[in-house]
């Protein structure tokens, strides 16, 4: 199919923004991993800059007016860089939202996905609020899982707008209904698993668990050790005045670590059940996706070994975030790939 110069426009504008919102999204985890989320103690500003405070002077000044929190440049820089690559990308979806709903008016509303664009600018919003209260509420682990989640939400929704502007679809033989159907309810299964999965990173990270097992496989030369789930996922822990640093006792650090290490277990099966299954179809198109699977499913399985055995690298820890988003992005073009796919016969699959 032949796209129209507008839509082809969007296209390019999607994976833009697609592009600029990976970059926020290795930017939040790398200030998340330094220890950076508080490195600017107020919000939009830095200790009322715009940038950060440079000058001795502005430094002194900054520390008289937040005597708790010393400025750290290490950790200035970080957070508000990130913030201005997130307001970049607020900007660049409201143009797109704007411009879709000015143009769509006397359109097919499957050529311009009004209500697509208008739920990214209303979770682009939600994001800036998880953004003001992760500072305000001191790194509240609840606040700063939600906004990760949001960022992969963005991600996501985004990658799926360029998949439909861009009409990116699947013919496949009739033949290959059943299989299909089969794989589509697995695909759907197997990214749930992720997302859940990625949750499950977020919050190891937000309550400061990534080390609570610094031995792989086992944990504490265990391989059940003691483990406090009841206070590892209590959503109303009691938080105190500053969750830099985490307030949990090792048991339920332990708890939530195990619990994610078991989660990547549960995901690692699924998803090589799978590419098992793409991998021995008679449908060629899905063996390439396949095998991009099983390579970006390996690099994690070993980023994330690595960052237990390794004492959490930063940059290792980061990549390991970025690989998380790949994966789900590609279990997202697979899941897309099966539901808009279409026969031979031109009819479009139930």
């Given at each position: 199919?032949?796209?129209?110069?507008?839509?082809?426009?969007?296209?390019?504008?999607?994976?833009?923004?697609?592009?600029?919102?990976?970059?926020?999204?290795?930017?939040g985890a790398f200030t998340r991993l330094s220890d950076a989320g508080l490195g600017c103690p107020d919000w939009p500003g830095c200790y009322g800059h715009l940038t950060w405070p440079k000058?001795?002077?502005?430094?002194?000044?900054?520390?008289?007016?937040?005597?708790?929190?010393?400025?750290?440049?290490?950790?200035?820089?970080?957070?508000?860089?990130?913030?201005?690559?997130?307001?970049?990308?607020?900007?660049?979806?409201?143009?797109?939202?704007?411009?879709?709903?000015?143009?769509?008016?006397?359109?097919?509303?499957?050529?311009?996905?009004?209500?697509?664009?208008?739920?990214?600018?209303?979770?682009?919003?939600?994001?800036?609020?998880?953004?003001?209260?992760?500072?305000?509420?001191?790194?509240?682990?609840?606040?700063?899982?939600?906004?990760?989640?949001?960022?992969?939400?963005?991600?996501?929704?985004?990658?799926?707008?360029?998949?439909?502007?861009?009409?990116?679809?699947?013919?496949?033989?009739?033949?290959?209904?059943?299989?299909?159907?089969?794989?589509?309810?697995?695909?759907?299964?197997?990214?749930?698993?992720?997302?859940?999965?990625?949750?499950?990173?977020?919050?190891?990270?937000?309550?400061?668990?990534?080390?609570?097992?610094?031995?792989?496989?086992?944990?504490?030369?265990?391989?059940?050790?003691?483990?406090?789930?009841?206070?590892?996922?209590?959503?109303?822990?009691?938080?105190?005045?500053?969750?830099?640093?985490?307030?949990?006792?090792?048991?339920?650090?332990?708890?939530?670590?195990?619990?994610?290490?078991?989660?990547?277990?549960?995901?690692?099966?699924?998803?090589?059940?799978?590419?098992?299954?793409?991998?021995?179809?008679?449908?060629?198109?899905?063996?390439?996706?396949?095998?991009?699977?099983?390579?970006?499913?390996?690099?994690?399985?070993?980023l994330g070994i690595t960052n237990v055995l390794a004492s959490l690298p930063l940059t290792v820890a980061v990549a390991h975030n970025a690989t998380g988003a790949l994966l789900l992005l590609?279990?997202?073009?697979?899941?897309?790939?099966?539901?808009?796919?279409?026969?031979?016969?031109?009819?479009?699959?139930?």
């Amino acid at each position: 199919m032949v796209l129209s110069g507008y839509r082809k426009g969007l296209l390019y504008a999607g994976i833009a923004a697609t592009l600029l919102t990976a970059v926020v999204v290795v930017l939040g985890a790398f200030t998340r991993l330094s220890d950076a989320g508080l490195g600017c103690p107020d919000w939009p500003g830095c200790y009322g800059h715009l940038t950060w405070p440079k000058s001795e002077g502005a430094i002194a000044a900054a520390e008289a007016r937040f005597p708790e929190f010393p400025v750290e440049h290490d950790k200035t820089w970080p957070e508000m860089v990130h913030r201005y690559f997130a307001g970049l990308l607020g900007l660049v979806i409201l143009a797109i939202t704007v411009s879709v709903w000015r143009k769509a008016h006397a359109l097919p509303l499957h050529e311009y996905p009004r209500w697509h664009t208008l739920s990214l600018l209303l979770l682009v919003i939600v994001q800036a609020l998880f953004g003001m209260w992760t500072v305000t509420l001191k790194l509240w682990p609840q606040i700063v899982t939600a906004h990760l989640l949001g960022g992969f939400a963005t991600l996501t929704l985004l990658w799926l707008l360029v998949q439909r502007t861009g009409n990116f679809q699947w013919s496949l033989p009739e033949s290959q209904r059943r299989f299909r159907n089969r794989t589509l309810w697995l695909a759907l299964l197997v990214t749930l698993l992720v997302i859940m999965q990625i949750a499950l990173g977020g919050w190891t990270s937000a309550n400061y668990a990534a080390l609570a097992c610094t031995d792989f496989p086992r944990c504490h030369n265990e391989w059940w050790p003691a483990m406090d789930f009841h206070s590892g996922f209590d959503i109303a822990q009691d938080i105190g005045p500053n969750y830099l640093g985490g307030l949990l006792e090792n048991e339920a650090r332990t708890a939530i670590h195990m619990t994610h290490r078991i989660g990547a277990l549960i995901v690692t099966v699924t998803l090589l059940w799978l590419i098992f299954r793409l991998l021995r179809s008679a449908l060629s198109r899905s063996k390439p996706l396949a095998l991009f699977l099983l390579v970006v499913l390996c690099l994690q399985i070993m980023l994330g070994i690595t960052n237990v055995l390794a004492s959490l690298p930063l940059t290792v820890a980061v990549a390991h975030n970025a690989t998380g988003a790949l994966l789900l992005l590609t279990m997202v073009t697979l899941c897309h790939r099966l539901m808009t796919a279409r026969f031979e016969n031109g009819r479009s699959l139930p």
